[in-house]
């Protein structure tokens, strides 16, 4: 997703200069946690196509050794998942209001 | 296989309605396939519309006809139950041809 | 990210508090109203629209635009469905390897039963749509399933739709708690936002119908399913009920559900059931 | 409409370019750039054009002038770029020609039709639009050649994906 790329480079800039460069086991943990939130939002039939897309974005830099911006990725995709989460919840009750009675 | 061509042709008076919806991919050259490769052009060139032994409409085509290409003109001089034969062919060579008598 | 989840949760309260003051009168009881339902839903559009004629809403988009009404008129002189619908008159007519042919899997051999489906089905208790009934009628009789989303499917909905064009919608609801359930099930994943653009299926074809996205105009949801299938220009080719909600959900950056999911049958069953009175006009050309 | 980078597009073009050579070579008939449009050759030329007036001096050899007696019918936005319902209707007579040209489109000349003697001049057809773009109609009648223009937005339709 061109839009999420340029994103994931922006959070990759903040994060840099008060961390040390990330390496693999953080990589490995971001991606984890990542995981885990995408799966229950999957669980709840609400993933978002972008937490899907940055996921595999965090695996391709990864893959390339950049382990900066995989982990920028990885964490980005967390925020996605646990907002899409966010959304089913809320929209368990919420949608009544929009209902027309 | 029905034939690719499908036509109306209605007569009124003196003057013979015409409208021909034609399957084809009217493909531009310029399009690239989900895996990224470029999907040749393939696209009618050339359709013609003959009664009573004259060419009464000809149409050159271009890329930029919509896919299933849809024409219609009228013409003056033919009359109920007379033929209509329309043929194309496109740029890879392929043809067909079919023939309608006016309703 | 953290600013852009915190800015989505804010607009979502945001636009929580707004839609609830002006959404009418809340009621409390919960208990499920299918006919008050459809009466409230068409009586909605009705007050909203009031110069479009009621059987005009299943026209979609030409019924909220002139100028593309015209471009719709001037396309249904020789519509680019034609294909698809000579296909699904042939498909129904080819037996399948054991000699039946789909005329033996549907009542009045197929022929203008459209607008009743999707019924609910009592033995499953589960709703059933057009297009799973002609699947499994393909495997009862040893064949493949088509895909719910490509051509196939779609010629043979054509031909069945083209069959029952001007019959009113006519979908029942047994007096079963199973039926009102699905109706119920099917209400809520209608109204629920979803994807990360945050809309529901009525964010734009409640909220919104008449106006632009893009180029496109948004059909109202009254009367939105009586076209299907529908040849849309922009796929160039045909689309079953299955692709066009599996393509809206994307739209919406939300990863689609598997086509015939029990939340697409049962929102099929609930905009069907609301559009009951209106006339089939499938198969449609759309942009 | 995605098109493909400058190298591809070239690509394609000089192929064609080697086609219509050998065709040329060919046939080696004479090759009167008689009354242009009414033979029953295929227009090569033109539609290699990129633009609306090299493809209007490569069909017709000369310039239009604007006039209101054709009158081209077009919607001001296009439901869906690939599929622009577009109709001319005239009250010129003799007229042996009518062509589209759509200037934004990778090679502007749409499509060109012939007017047989006894058919009434008019067309409607179906063309695709890369974007917003100016429609030009022009007709040909008696020799000389006429023009109407009309624009036609065009965007894509759906709210992102």
């Known amino acids: 997703m061109k839009r999420s790329l340029p994103l994931a480079m922006l959070l990759a800039l903040s994060l840099a200069p008060a961390a040390r460069a990330a390496n693999e086991a953080d990589y490995k943990a971001a991606y984890a946690t990542a995981e885990a939130a995408s799966k229950e939002a999957a669980g709840l039939r609400n993933q978002w196509t972008t937490t899907v897309a940055t996921l595999a974005a965090a695996r391709k830099a990864a893959d390339g050794g950049d382990f900066d911006r995989a982990t920028a990725s990885a964490r980005e995709a967390e925020a996605l998942a646990k907002a899409s989460i966010f959304q089913a919840t809320t929209e368990k009750d919420a949608w009544k209001a929009m209902e027309i009675r | 296989m029905a034939s690719s061509i499908r036509v109306r042709a209605t007569s009124n008076g003196d003057i013979t309605e015409v409208q021909a919806l034609i399957q084809h991919p009217m493909d531009t050259g310029l399009v690239k396939d989900p895996k990224g490769e470029v999907i040749p052009a393939h696209y009618i060139q050339q359709l013609t519309f003959e009664c009573n032994g004259k060419d009464v409409f000809v149409a050159d085509w271009g890329t930029a006809v919509s896919k299933d290409p849809y024409v219609k003109f009228s013409f003056k001089g033919a009359k109920k139950g007379d033929d209509l034969k329309i043929s194309w062919t496109d740029n890879k060579g392929a043809s067909d041809t079919t023939t309608a008598k006016i309703a | 990210m953290k600013t852009r989840s915190a800015l989505l949760l804010g607009s979502l309260s945001a636009a929580l508090a707004a839609f609830a003051l002006t959404s009418p009168r809340v009621i409390a009881a919960d208990k499920v109203d299918p006919v008050a339902d459809a009466k409230a839903f068409q009586n909605f559009f009705f007050q909203k629209f009031p110069e479009v004629k009621h059987e005009d809403f299943v026209n979609g988009p030409y019924s909220m635009n002139a100028d593309m009404k015209r471009q719709w008129q001037e396309k249904e002189e020789f519509p680019p469905y034609e294909f698809a619908l000579d296909a699904g008159k042939e498909m129904f007519a080819t037996p399948f390897k054991n000699g039946k042919t789909y005329a033996d899997c549907f009542p009045n051999g197929g022929v203008g039963i459209r607008q009743n489906y999707p019924y609910f089905d009592e033995k499953e208790g589960k709703v059933v749509t057009l297009e799973l009934a002609l699947n499994r009628c393909r495997e009862a009789n040893g064949e493949q399933p088509y895909s719910y989303v490509k051509d196939e499917m779609a010629s043979l909905t054509a031909y069945m739709a083209f069959t029952s064009r001007g019959k009113p919608m006519e979908i029942r609801i047994p007096d079963d708690p199973r039926a009102l359930a699905a109706f119920e099930n099917g209400k809520r994943y209608f109204y629920t936002r979803r994807g990360q653009m945050n809309f529901s299926c009525a964010s734009c074809h409640v909220q919104s119908p008449g106006e632009r996205i893009r180029a496109e105009v948004l059909a109202p949801a009254l009367g939105i399913l009586n076209a299907m299938p529908i040849y849309r220009s922009e796929w160039s080719g045909m689309g079953t009920i299955s692709r066009r909600f599996v393509t809206c959900n994307s739209q919406t950056r939300a990863v689609p559900l598997e086509p015939q999911s029990d939340e697409y049958r049962d929102v099929e069953y609930f905009l069907s059931y609301v559009a009951n009175g209106l006339p089939i006009s499938g198969p449609g050309a759309r942009p | ?161």
């Open chain 4, 1 to 161: 409409m995605t098109t493909t980078s400058g190298p591809l597009a070239t690509r394609r073009l000089i192929l064609q370019g080697a086609a219509s050579v050998a065709l040329l070579g060919l046939g080696n008939l004479p090759f009167a750039p008689a009354h242009a449009a009414a033979n029953d050759k295929y227009p090569e030329e033109a539609f290699k054009q990129k633009n609306e007036a090299d493809a209007i001096k490569a069909l017709y050899g000369r310039n239009a002038e604007p006039s209101n007696k054709v009158k081209l019918d077009a919607p001001e936005i296009a439901e869906n770029g690939g599929v622009v319902p577009v109709s001319v209707t005239t009250t010129l007579d003799k007229v042996s020609s009518i062509s589209f040209f759509v200037t934004e489109n990778p090679f502007a000349l749409a499509a060109s039709y012939k007017i047989a003697e006894g058919t009434i001049p008019g067309v409607a057809n179906r063309l695709k639009m890369a974007k917003t773009t100016k429609l030009v109609a022009i007709v040909e009648a008696d020799g000389k050649l006429y023009s109407a223009t009309k624009e036609v937005k065009v965007t894509v339709g759906g709210c992102g994906g």
